[in-house]
């Protein structure tokens, strides 16, 4: 049986990433209270992690882990993912968020090492305002994905 998800559900996590630049936070509670009901089931949230998907964005962690009201994921735009080396150099400042985005890849979400999805959110905005010290400076890529 398939599960239904309103559209409106959608858009409006849509329009959250949108205005929060790429990358945003979402409670499992909202999408509760988007969907009008009473709990939300893990069966639900799988079918949210899919249509975001098939609208072009990534979340973390990889698959839901909890439907509970108080656990939340991040939902973000998958070119936030691609960071301007040039631009992280050796600033402590960008290369903990850099080592937090590549834990979240690295480790399941249960391991130690892995990020919390809010500290995941934070290092992918810290990380995407990153500019290249030189203007016109040979530009290396890394595309974690």
């Known amino acids: 049986m398939a ?3 309103c559209p409106s559900t959608i858009e409006a996590i849509m ?3 949108d205005e929060k630049g790429g ?6 509670s909202r999408i509760k209270r988007l969907e009008g009901r009473d709990r ?3 069966e639900r949230l799988h079918r949210v ?4 998907h098939r609208r072009g964005l ?3 962690p990889k698959r839901p882990s909890w439907p509970d009201e108080w656990w939340s994921f991040a939902v973000y735009r998958p070119e936030l993912v691609t960071v301007d080396l040039s ?3 050796t600033d402590s400042e960008l290369s903990n968020p850099m080592e937090r985005v590549l834990n979240a890849f690295r480790y399941p979400y249960s391991h130690a090492e892995a990020p919390y999805a809010g ?5 992918l905005r810290k990380l995407n305002a990153a500019r290249p010290a030189q203007p016109g400076a040979e530009q290396r890529r890394l595309h974690v994905a």
Do not use: E
């Open 49 to 52: 992690y899919q249509l975001l």
């Open 15 to 17: 329009r959250t990433v």
């Open 40 to 42: 939300l089931r893990m």
């Open 23 to 28: 990358a945003a936070l979402i409670k499992n």
């Open 3 to 5: 599960i239904h998800v």
């Open 87 to 89: 631009a992280i150099g």
């Open 58 to 60: 990534s979340c973390y």
């Open 119 to 123: 500290s995941f959110v934070d290092a």
